[in-house]
C-alpha cells in the first residue's frame, strides 16, 4: 500500500513538476497550522461524517471541529475505496468554501437588468412565491416541460425530483455534452455497459495503462491517481500521449506528444498493428466479439507510416506500445478518459479505445476493466410522475439518438426562440453549475438565458451565472448540510453518509429543504412525504439493514458483493447488452443511425498563420471555477498562465512572466490579460491554460480577474452528430501584447 507521501509524490513530480512541487508543500504547510490548533486541543475530536463536493469523485471523510465547534479540518474515511483515508488538496481544502466571506448569504431577487448585479434581498417565503407563480404561469401557458433543470451536484436531486413531480424530465448535467458523453456512449455500443464513475478502470492490477490526454496527476480524481502510483510501484508500464509534458508524461515509459487531434489515426494504426502482428486475445475475439473480420479489413490501411504523417509520431514508437499493450494483455487499459469532448469526433474515438481494449480481451479481465457493483436504496413511496408530453428530443427531430442523457447545450439552443419550433424553454432552474464559464459558445448562452421568463440560480457563491438568475437561492455548503447518501459503483457495493458538522451560516440553506419547500408552495407535498430529511436517510438506512445512527458513527459501509464476478471467470459465457448480445467491434447501433459503425480517421481544421491550438485542462490544487476563491486554495495557485513553446515565445519577442491577452479566430479577446510561460513541455503549434480562472464576478474578491479564461475563447464547437457533445479543441488563438482600445469584446 502507497503512503500518503507517495500519493503527493504523484502531483509534483515529473522533469516538469517542479512548480507544482512547491504549491503542493505550502499547501501541506497551510493545512499543518490548521492541523496545531486542533491538536493542540485536549479534548475528544468531536467529528461529523461527510463525503466531499470539491469535486465529483465524493471521497468520503471526516470532519473535525473545536471545542466552540468552529470546523477545523477534514479528513479522508479509511474505509472509503474512493480516497482510502486520503483527501487531496483541495478536498482538505474544502474547509475554506465554509470560511469565504464572499459567500451567498441571503436569497435575492432581481430588480435591475440581467447580467446587472441589482438584486434585493427577500425572505425565503417570498423567493418561493415569486418562483412559484411564474412556474405556474410558464406551465399554463407553454406547459411544465419548458422548464429546464441543469445541475451538477448532490443536492441536485432534489430539485429533479421537484421538476419530475412539477411534469418535466429536461434535465441536464454538463458531465454530459461537456465531459463524458462520448466516452459512454461510445462504450455502450460496444460492451453494452457504461463505463461510469469512479470509473470501473482496474488500475491497481494493471501491467500496462495508456493514457489518451487523461491527464491523471492534474486530474487529481483521488482513488485513481492512487491506484496509479501503486500500478507504478509495482512496474506497470505508463504510455502517455499528449502534446503536453503532463504530469503523466513525467511517469511515463512512452510519451507520445502527438499533434493534438489526431488521436484516433494512432488508435486505429495500433488496432491494425495488433491484428496484423496476431496480437490479439484470439479465444476472447472468437468468443465475444462481433465484426472482427470487417474491422480487420477496415484498419489495414492505418499504417505507422501512413499514422506519421498525420500525427508526428515516429513509427517505430507507434509499434513497440503496441507491442507494450500486448505483453501486459490482458492487463492493460486503455483508459477511456473522462473529460472527451474534444473535436466532434469524439464518441468513435472512445470506439476505438473501445475496440482496442476489446481486442486485447481486457474488458472483464484482472488489471483492465472490472465488473463494479452499487448498494441500491430504494425510494421514499410517492406517487407516479407525470408522464410528460414533450421532451428536449422534440427539439431535434432524428438527432442524437444515442445520446443517453439530456444535452444541456441542446437546452440552451432550444431555449432561444425559433419559428420552426412549436415551443421553447422559458424557465430555467440552475444547481451548482457556473453555465456562463461551463458552456461553449457564450453568445449563445446568453442569448437563451435573455429569452427566459424564470432563471432561478441555487449556488453557494455569487458566481458569473449567478449574476444572470432572477432569484438566487443560497445554498449552504456541504459541510452544513445532509445529502442524500452516496451510492457509487465500486469493487464492493458500499455507501457513505453526509451530514452537517455545523449550523448554516447566514440565511443559509440545503437543498432539500429548498425543493421540499417549493413542492409544498406548488401543491407537491406528496412527493416530498417524509418530514425531513433525516427521516428519509433512516427509513432508506432501515431498508438495507442499517440505520442514520450507524452511519453518523462509520460514515461509510461497504456490503459484500452478490456474486463473484468481478472479472469474468475463464471460458465463461456471457450475454452483453448489445443488439448482437457480443462486444461490438461493428456497432450495429451506429449504422443503424447512419455513422460509421466502424470508427474512420478524418483529418481536422489546423491554426491558421500566427494561430495556436487552444487546449487546457486541469491543476491538482483547483475544480473547474468553482475552487479559484477558496481562501485556503487561492495562495496555491492565484491564477493561470499560459504555456507557450519557447520558439514560439522567441519568434513573437514574448517573455516569461508577461502579461498578453489572447485573441481567437473569431476576434474574441480574453477579458483579463494571462502570463505568458515559457515552456518545452508544450508542442510549437498549441498553447496550454488550466480552467476555471479569469473570473469577471467582482464579489469574488480573490477570484476577479485572476488570469484568462478558455471558456470566453471557444466560439467555435464541434459538434458530435452521434450524441451532441460540445468538442472544445478547435479553436486557435493569436497573442496581443495590448488590450485593443476601444474594441469591444466581443465574448
Ligand atoms: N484537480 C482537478 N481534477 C479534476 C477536475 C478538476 O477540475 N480539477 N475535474 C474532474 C473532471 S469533471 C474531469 S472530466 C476530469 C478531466 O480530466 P481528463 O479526463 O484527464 O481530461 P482531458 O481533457 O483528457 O485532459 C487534458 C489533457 O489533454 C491534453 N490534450 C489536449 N488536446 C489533446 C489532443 O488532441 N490529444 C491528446 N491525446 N491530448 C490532448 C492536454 O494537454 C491535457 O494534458 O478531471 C477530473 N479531475
Ligand atoms: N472551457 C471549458 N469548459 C468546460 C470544461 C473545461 O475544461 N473547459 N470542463 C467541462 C467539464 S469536464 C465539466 S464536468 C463541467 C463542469 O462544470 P461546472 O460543474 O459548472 O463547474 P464550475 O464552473 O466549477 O461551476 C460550479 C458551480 O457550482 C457552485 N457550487 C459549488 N458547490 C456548491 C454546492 O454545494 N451547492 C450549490 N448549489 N452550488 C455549488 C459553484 O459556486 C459554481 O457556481 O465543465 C465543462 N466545461
Ligand atoms: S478527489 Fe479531492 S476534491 Fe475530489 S472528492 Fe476527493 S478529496 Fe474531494
Ligand atoms: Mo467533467
Known sequence: MSNRREFIKISSLGAGGLALAANTFSWSRGMS??????????????????????????????????????????????????????????????????????????????????????????SWDEAFDYIAKKMNKIAEEHGPECIAL??????????????????????????????????????????????????????????????IGSHLGENMHNGQVQEMSDAIDKGATIITVDPRYSIAAGKSKYWLPIKPSTDLALLLTWINLIIQNEWYDKDYVEKYTYGFDVLKETVKPYTPEWAYGITGLKPDMIYDTAKAM?????????????????????????????????????????????????????????????????TWRDAFPGKFNLANEVLSTGICEATIPNTARDCSFKGWFVYG??????????????????????????????????????????????????????????????????????????????????????????????????????????????????????????????????????????????????????????????????????????????????????IYGRAPMHTFSRTINNPNLVDLMAENSVWINPKVTKIWGLKNGQEIYLQNQDGVVSEFPIKVRATERIRWDSVYIVHGFGHSNKKLTRAFGKGASDSELITNVMMDPVMGGTGMRGNFVTFLTEKPIGEEVKS
Open 433 to 614: 453549475t457556473n453555465l456562463i464559464k461551463t458552456l461553449p459558445n457564450r453568445k449563445q448562452t446568453l442569448e437563451a438565458i435573455q429569452s427566459l421568463d424564470l432563471l432561478v440560480a441555487i449556488d453557494t457563491m455569487p458566481m458569473e451565472i449567478t449574476g444572470y438568475a432572477d432569484v438566487i437561492l443560497p445554498e449552504c455548503t456541504y459541510l452544513e448540510r445532509y445529502d442524500l447518501l452516496r451510492t457509487s459503483p465500486h469493487r464492493e457495493p458500499n455507501i457513505a453518509l453526509r451530514m452537517p458538522a455545523a449550523k448554516p451560516k447566514y440565511d443559509t440553506k440545503p437543498a432539500w429543504w429548498m425543493a421540499k419547500k417549493l413542492a409544498s408552495k406548488l401543491g407537491l407535498d406528496e412527493y416530498f412525504a417524509w418530514n425531513d430529511i433525516e427521516k428519509l436517510l433512516d427509513w432508506q438506512l432501515k431498508q438495507i439493514g442499517s440505520s442514520l445512527d450507524e452511519m453518523k458513527r462509520i460514515g461509510v459501509k461497504k456490503f459484500p458483493r452478490k456474486y463473484d464476478d468481478l472479472y469474468f471467470w475463464p471460458n465463461q459465457d456471457f450475454v452483453f447488452n448489445t443488439n448482437s448480445g457480443k462486444i461490438e467491434l461493428y456497432s450495429t447501433d451506429m449504422e443503424n443511425e447512419g455513422f460509421d459503425p466502424i470508427p474512420k480517421y478524418t483529418p481536422h481544421p489546423e491554426p491558421p498563420e500566427g494561430y495556436y491550438r487552444l
Open 326 to 390: 500486448h505483453d501486459a494483455a490482458p492487463a492493460v487499459i486503455i483508459h477511456p478518459g473522462r473529460h472527451v469532448t474534444w473535436y466532434g469526433d469524439d464518441t468513435q474515438r472512445s470506439r476505438a479505445i473501445a475496440i482496442l481494449n476489446a481486442i486485447l480481451g481486457s474488458w472483464g479481465r484482472r488489471g483492465g476493466f472490472y465488473y463494479p457493483e452499487v448498494a441500491s436504496l430504494p425510494d421514499y413511496p410517492h406517487p407516479p410522475f407525470p408522464e410528460p408530453k414533450r
Open 33 to 122: 497550522f490548521a492541523q496545531d490548533i486542533f491538536d493542540d486541543k485536549a479534548e475528544e475530536p468531536i467529528r461529523t461524517p461527510t463525503y466531499c463536493e470539491l469535486c465529483f469523485w465524493k471521497c468520503a471523510g471526516w470532519v473535525y471541529k473545536d471545542d466552540i465547534g468552529d470546523i477545523r479540518k477534514i479528513t479522508g474515511n479509511d474505509d472509503d475505496p474512493h480516497c482510502n483515508g486520503r483527501f487531496c488538496p483541495r478536498g482538505t481544502g474544502g474547509v475554506g468554501m465554509y470560511y469565504d466571506k464572499d459567500r451567498l448569504r441571503r436569497p435575492l431577487i432581481r430588480t435591475g437588468e440581467k447580467g446587472e448585479q441589482t438584486f434585493r434581498e427577500a
Open 150 to 211: 441543469f445541475t451538477h451536484g448532490s443536492g441536485g436531486k432534489f430539485f429533479s425530483t421537484l421538476l419530475k413531480a412539477f411534469g418535466s424530465t429536461n434535465i441536464a448535467a454538463p458531465s454530459f455534452a461537456q465531459c463524458r458523453g462520448p466516452r459512454e456512449v461510445g462504450f455502450l455500443a460496444t460492451f453494452g455497459e457504461l463505463v461510469l464513475s469512479p470509473e470501473r478502470t482496474d488500475i491497481r492490477d494493471t501491467k500496462c495503462l495508456v493514457l
